[in-house]
């Protein structure tokens, strides 16, 4: 990341944003395409009329502003979805390079580019696939050493015990209350997670996720619109807007 490195201050926060609209692009297409069986690959479609979009319609978020929100030839209405992704993905981007300018902000960045996608398919349709979890484990074994300065060993173990965690949490509900109260993929992407922030920040990353649970379940509930123990909960969402705040904090908290 030397080349990154060397980018003047504003410079790097901008190229940031601008990754981030791009990636915030096939987010987008893949959270909408993959859970119904369509292909993420080729070029992308309007939705309503399936017309092949030009290269003039596919500059995030612009294309969409300048055709108001509609296709061209059909005048189908433009998901809003995908600008509101890519303008999230830019702000995870513009976030780190200016919180953490440097190797560590374009690895945070990074980080919260591969939890997106993971959050979206989980508050959308409960689904955490396998195999974005396990690209998320081994690009954090792979590369999230100057994170947090945790060592591999540290990040091997914040794998094993954040994930065996929360599947005793998933047994224990199990056996206690005869269901499941916990997706089978909620303990992998925990797992995934510590590949990244070590064993170290895992249990300021499980407490976030915990308080993001309660809140949301306190706000659910005010709603009265369905008992709470009838309501499927997201935990992958709140562990990974938890993960993504761990990142900042636990310097902070850890310093002496």
């Known amino acids: 990341m030397t080349a990154l490195d060397a980018l003047p201050f504003g410079m790097g926060v901008g190229f ?82 200016m919180i953490m300018p440097g190797t560590s902000g374009w690895l945070w960045a990074l ?11 989980d508050a959308r349709h409960f689904w955490l696939p396998d195999r974005l979890s396990a690209l998320l484990a081994v690009v954090g074994l792979l590369l999230a050493g100057p994170l947090l300065d945790a060592s591999l060993l540290d990040r091997w173990i914040g794998a094993l015990v954040g994930g065996a965690v929360l ?51 306190l706000i659910v509930q005010r709603k009265g619109d369905q008992p709470l123990v009838q309501r499927r909960v997201p935990f992958g969402v709140f562990a990974c807007a938890a993960a993504f705040a761990t990142v900042p904090l636990w310097p902070l908290i850890s310093a002496r």
């Open 111 to 121: 980080f919260g580019w591969l939890l997106l996608p993971l959050a979206l398919l």
């Open 16 to 97: 940031a944003v601008l990754i981030g609209l791009v990636l915030g692009s096939f987010v987008a297409t893949l959270v909408l395409r993959w859970p119904v069986g369509r292909s993420v690959l080729g070029r992308s479609q309007c939705d309503g009329c399936g017309r092949p979009l030009g290269i003039a319609e596919l500059v995030p978020p612009l294309s969409a502003i300048l055709a108001r929100g509609r296709c061209q030839k059909c005048r189908a209405a433009i998901d809003p979805f995908h600008w509101r992704v890519e303008l999230g993905s830019a702000l995870i981007g513009g976030i780190a390079l």
């Open 167 to 217: 599947a005793l949490i998933a047994w224990a509900y199990r056996r206690a209350r005869g269901g499941d109260g916990m997706g089978g993929g909620d303990p992998k992407l925990v797992a995934a997670i510590g590949c990244w922030i070590g064993w170290q920040a895992l249990p300021l990353m499980l407490l976030l996720a915990s308080l993001c649970g309660i809140i949301w379940a």
